[in-house]
């Protein structure tokens, strides 16, 4: 099964605002990672934060994750029309011998 | 530039006549998966290989098989394709410190099913 939910579901917003989306699990995690996917295309790996890790920068990216409430969430800031794809957080939990568990994704546009 | 490369980029097949889709890669990772992704939904992990250990997922159908010849190759067979296989498979890489770090993954094959 799937481990945790995204939300929203779909986001849309103009250039340069800030972007949030969530994703929520369920049991332990040893990371979380999150990835991009343009319509019709593979998955690109943009962050990695692990258990011990709270927040975690890469460029315009910013990942936290909080797990008392079993959550994190990524920041986009300052988007570009080129940031429109989606965003899908994957969980690599402690009993998975390094699977990846994805959720369903967040569908984000940007418009000029 | 290293990579995972999927051929073909898309795929036509019949209802029922078997077909291979290919993944290899360059990175020399000891890890590789395949995926399934229909339609607005999360990628669905089939099997994978840690070097030439095969793991099945539980819910995987039978009709679904992969070789890994090499450590740069993988492929997926789908012996009997149905209308419900229509989907994106994705091709996937770890590297054996997999807890640590992140998956490379293909371009991806879109899979049609008439």
């Known amino acids: 099964s799937q481990q945790g939910e995204e939300d929203p579901q779909a986001l849309s917003i103009q250039e340069g605002e800030n972007a949030t989306m969530n994703c929520s699990y369920k049991t332990s995690i040893n990371n979380l990672q999150w990835y991009r996917q343009n319509s019709g295309r593979g998955l690109v790996h943009l962050i990695l934060i692990r258990s011990n890790e709270r927040e975690k920068h890469s460029g315009r990216l910013r990942v936290t994750l909080d797990t008392s409430k079993k959550s994190s969430s990524l920041l986009i800031t300052a988007s570009r029309a080129a940031d429109t794809a989606s965003y899908f957080c994957?969980?690599?939990?402690?009993?998975?011998?390094?699977?990846?568990?994805f959720g369903a994704g967040t569908q984000v546009v940007v418009t000029p | 530039d290293a990579m995972v490369i999927q051929n073909p980029r898309y795929q036509v097949t019949q209802f029922g006549k078997p077909v291979t889709l290919s993944c290899s890669q360059t990175l020399n990772h000891n890890v590789m998966y395949w995926y399934q992704q229909k339609s607005s939904q999360a990628p669905k992990l089939l099997f994978h290989?840690?070097?030439?250990?095969?793991?099945n997922e539980a819910d995987t159908p039978d009709n679904f098989q992969s070789r890994r010849p090499n450590t740069s190759f993988c492929f997926l067979d789908i012996r009997s394709p149905g209308l419900g296989d229509a989907a994106m498979y994705l091709c996937?890489?770890?590297?054996?410190?997999?807890?640590?770090?992140?998956?490379?993954f293909g371009s991806g094959t879109r899979l049609t099913v008439v």
């Open positions: 996937a890489t770890s590297g054996y410190d997999r807890m640590r770090g992140g998956y490379t």
């Open positions: 994957a969980k690599m939990t402690t009993d998975s011998w390094g699977k990846l568990q």
């Open positions: 290989y840690y070097d030439k250990d095969f793991n």
